[in-house]
């Protein structure tokens, strides 16, 4: 039994009051629902754990970091200005500054018990020949060095200066750069250079820290200014970018959908003489949105922004029902709306079936973020389905008679196609040229950054903190496996000989046991010819007891701990654990190139050392997209397989290929609408396309189900059309590459579906109906 | 010794284009009598005394300086090892006897580099305003001898050094450096030619 009018109404409001109030919840909460993050994107169960860590460690590590630079003409006006900087981050909340480039002489309550395990590579390269005549040279060279007479080193604890001279091997974060407190100071060309290191609290990606990270860049700027009017203030940093994409995108979801709903009540209005089905397309269409919305933050903890710009599509094709709907009622005089409802029941139960097997295929992909836009737009789907045919009967029971001729009028264009040869003949032709030249023309790429919107500004002032600064990291890296992490440092050792340019790895502040072994080994022979060393000093003059401190440390040396030990704790060194992936087969390391090198080049060093792997991030992904979208490719073919067999099976041979034919012309007019407007086929186009053949079968079921109705079927899909077009004509618009290339493919699909769903029956059905 | 001497002679030869030659136009300070303030190429010998705390003999060095006015300075000690060091702007470059780079350390690599760097351009280069700059400096004079004693403004320039005090006639002659660890080095200056900057 059907539940009467006020139950559905009640069930409904409930319903849409429940999936609110959760939403609402999620945004509230503590953890941001949303996230920017373009790897976030990533099939994150098909990659290496280790290297999904080092992927995540290394851009972590990158997205906390907020370079800013404060430049000025003049050195003291500049020292004002960073001076003023510097305040201003440490009021602000969730920042700080970097310690990445820790004065090293801090690091020398760490490595002072352990000095006998501790020499360069050239330290110990001289101690191999007559050690004792070396060390003398080293303690006198040591002594009669300008430093040595102003406290440089630790005479009595380092005499010959190696521990020194490893403590200063540490590579440094900024080269040409110099230490100055918390900041660095440097020059460009004439001009002053300090630069604030400043660290993020927090993931570059989610909005609290981008809007705090707004704030304080605002801050900085105006207190700067007041310091030193002329000084010049430039940042950096992921955040910057992910701010700029997520401002990007909310802007276009508001006025793509702003402008999308205001074309919709304009043809509801324009074709229906009254503003009633306003009243209830509007809320069916917020239904399928916070439905959607409520399903995919209740399966996933975080949803990828672009998962609710795609969902504004939404509007686009649940209208659909809608309008079946109203032309259903409009154009049948006195027909009740349950009646309407179970005549339209039918195709639109096909054509959400048909369209949620297309978006549900996108599960396949493995895909994150396409497994979210299906749940999005299942769940919207169903939702905009239940409230069209159970909620409408009970409060829209009856049409006015003014719209009905308005209405039928509108669907005579697709008869008036449907009916002539020449026209059925012009769009054959239309379609196999568009797809003989999308074909022809088809490009791919799968490049993630030609995804991201451009931010000009952003990248100008980017360009010029890296230039200033001397850095050209890229997004590669190497991976150091090992049994054990002194098993690793030893691989990274052999990379460090082979690689160039030098790479900031821990075995450069941290070697591996066994070359610390091999040091001690040094030592050894070294204080095995103690007396070479006191007579040699001697003979130059400086008194034996200079180095006696340092013979009785050797005598009370310990024994050389495993690597973890250095990172234990809470000693300084701890922070480079960063470096280190634990995994449960062994340990693996980062080291990071400090300068460019070509991923060709990175894999090449790569392969000389067992063990080693380079890892290019932007390369890798952009691999996992290609990936994804030839998965995608199949999916599609294979949804196509599947609705051509529900199609030969409820229409037979004859009706079911004119009903595959639709889809196939609809894809064709894609990639040739693609190939004109000079776009590359990448995933979001595949899902573009997805979406065209979920609604071009929609258009066929409409056609076919309602043949004996089509004063009613015909209104419905061409106004469906009109505004599916209007939605993603906006969409082409976006100047967010993935959604413009989307908009394209679909405009120009759902251009070819409704042209396509002319020629759906024959011209003696036609004529029949 | 000797024989160390005579063993060391062919890396004091091998070190002779670094240090011994004279720079061009570089005269006598009697003969080009510069201003100090005016000062753009100094080259000296000087020994040094270097009291190292708890030994009771100090450490006698000697060997030769060559100051470039806004570019650094080359130490070049001689006895009792050969060794050189060039400190520039950007750091400190050490030269083994044979004229082999030893190492080298920026000075974001090595703080102190930068406060040697910066002392001994000041101190040597007879800069006003650089020494204001980096000290307080008090001044007295003796008949034609100026003293001058400078207590560092910098922090970091206090942790290594307490005092520096330097004699000067006009350019300098002794200058005493007495380290914050408790060490202390008297080193005694021969200038052997100057040269005035060159003129904008």
Redesign the interface.
Known sequence: MTPNAPVRSGAWLLGVGLAVAWVAWRIAGPVDPVTTDILALLPQDRMDPVVREAVGTAREGFGERLPVLVIHDEPRPAARGAEQAESIVREAPGAGFDDV?R???AFRGVFLPHRFQFL?V?DRRRLADDPAATFA?DV??S???????????N??ADPAGYL??HL???P?P??????DGAL?RGTDGDRTVYLLPVRLEGSAFSNPVQERTGILLDRLRSGVTDACPDCEVLATGAVRFAAASRRQAQTEVFWLSSASVALIVILVVAAFRSARPLLFAVPAIGTGVVAGSAAVLAVFEQVHVLTFVFGTTLIGISIDYAFHYFAGLWSAEGETGSATARRIRPAVTLGLVTTSLAFGLLVFTGMDVLAQVMVYSITGLLAVYLTVLFVFPAVLRRAPPAGVARVARIGGLMAALGTRTSARLIIYGLAAGAAVFGLWQAEFVDDIRSFRPAAPEIEAEDRRVRETLGVETGSGFFLVRGATLDGALAREERLRENAAPPLLALSRFVPSQTTRQSNRGRFDALFGQWDGVTAALA?????P??VEPYRNAWAKRGSIPEADVFLAGDSILADLNRMVIRATDGVATVARPLGSISPAAGTKVAERVDGVRYIDAVAMTSRMFEQVRERAQVLLAAAGLVIGLILLSRYGWRGGLRGIRAPLMAVGFSLGGLALTGQAINIFALVGLILVLGISIDYVFFIREGRYHLGSASPAVTLSAITTLGAFGLLSLSSIPALSGFGITVVAGIAGAFLAATTVLSREEYRES | ?AL?RFLLLPFLIGLAPVAATAAPDCRPPEEAAVAPERLGHLEARFT?T?H?P????P???SGRMVVRAGEGFD?L?RE??E?G?R?SPEG?T?VGAGGEV??T????????????AE??SAVLSGRGDKLERLFEVTTESDGDTVVMELHPRDEAFR???RRVRVERNPLPTRIV?E???G?R?VIRIEIDCVRPEASA
């Open positions: 480039g004065d090293p002489e360069t050239s040279g006198l060279r002594a009669a060095s300008p430093g040595g007479m102003l406290g440089g080193g005479p009595s020194q001279h200063t091997s540490f440094a900024y080269p040409g750069f110099a230490r660095y003979d130059a003059g400086l008194d007891a200079f | 010794m160390i040094q270097r190292i708890r030994l009771d003999r450490l006698e060095l130490w000690v009792p090892i060794a060091y400190f400190l050490e030893i190492r350390l920026s000075t974001d690599e090595a703080p102190w580099v930068r406060v040697v002392l001994f942790d290594v050094v450096i380290e914050s660890g060490g080095s």
